[in-house]
């Protein structure tokens, strides 16, 4: 966290449990957190409609292993 109190995104695997259910039903959540400066310049692209912009690219090949590797790991593929 940042001394104001906010979360400081990482790149990489973020994996979250919610312990506010019952024991036998908790859930967890795995989730993926590219790089800030890739992540702002998809999202800038997102935002202008700029289709073609190289950050599309680049953010999918990321995601994708990333993606795959989650559902494999979770027992879904």
């Known amino acids: 966290m940042r001394a104001t109190g906010e979360p400081v995104l990482l790149p990489g695997a973020v994996v979250s449990v919610d312990e506010t259910t019952d024991d036998d039903f908790s859930e967890v959540a795995v989730s ?3 790089h800030s400066r890739l992540w702002d310049c998809f ?5 202008l409609d700029q289709w073609d912009d190289p950050a599309f690219r680049h953010y999918g090949e ?6 795959a590797a989650m559902i494999r790991d979770s027992g879904f593929g």
């Open 32 to 34: 993926w957190n590219c």
């Open 43 to 47: 999202s800038r692209a997102c935002r």
């Open 62 to 67: 990321l995601q994708r292993p990333m993606l």
